[in-house]
């Protein structure tokens, strides 16, 4: 019985990026913001560990958010974070750690995270770990191609 609650509070822990999904209010926009920390931490790092850390956590989001689904009876509960990490870190892949750009990255992700422009839609109504994880993985893309055209105009 113990071990069920050590999984319950792994998953908890996990899916809402250490308890990060918990604050009140805007959880979506916290967790955002966790994965914008993450890219400052992830800064120095070679490309080979960031897109390492990226499917790590894609892939411990789609382990952990179809149970914490399950755990809750609810479906995408706003808790659930780690979603909103593997985007962000998506939206940055080949942008250079530039203050102007990570606050209109962080801008544009939270819009269409918000608009699920198509196939967004479409993934957040599957079912488990991809209806979760999926409409932030589109926004995560859609944030980067948005970028990559910025920095090709140099704006």
């Known amino acids: 019985m113990k071990l069920k609650r050590v999984g319950g509070f792994l998953v908890k822990a996990a899916s809402s990026v250490f308890f990060v999904g918990y604050l009140p209010l805007i959880p979506g926009t916290f967790g955002s913001i966790a994965g914008v920390g993450l890219f400052y931490l992830l800064k120095n790092v070679t490309t080979v560990i960031y897109f390492s850390v990226i499917f790590v956590i894609i892939i411990l989001g789609l382990f952990v958010c179809g149970r914490m689904e399950r755990l809750l009876n609810k479906k995408d509960p706003?808790?659930?974070?780690?979603?909103?990490?593997?985007?962000?870190?998506?939206?940055?892949?080949?942008?250079?750690?530039?203050?102007?750009?990570?606050?209109?990255?962080?801008?544009?992700?939270?819009?269409?995270?918000?608009?699920?422009?198509?196939?967004?839609?479409?993934?957040?109504?599957?079912?488990?770990?991809?209806?979760?994880m999926g409409d932030d993985l589109v926004a995560g893309i859609y944030t980067n191609i948005v970028l990559q055209v910025i920095l090709k105009l140099n704006f």
């Not at 706003?78 to 750690?97: K, N, Q, T």
């Not at 962080?106 to 770990?129: M, V």
């Open 78 to 132: 706003g808790c659930i974070v780690i979603d909103e990490v593997a985007g962000m870190l998506i939206s940055f892949i080949f942008i250079p750690y530039d203050f102007k750009l990570i606050f209109l990255g962080f801008l544009i992700f939270r819009i269409l995270d918000t608009l699920k422009p198509y196939p967004a839609g479409r993934l957040q109504n599957c079912h488990g770990s991809v209806g979760v």
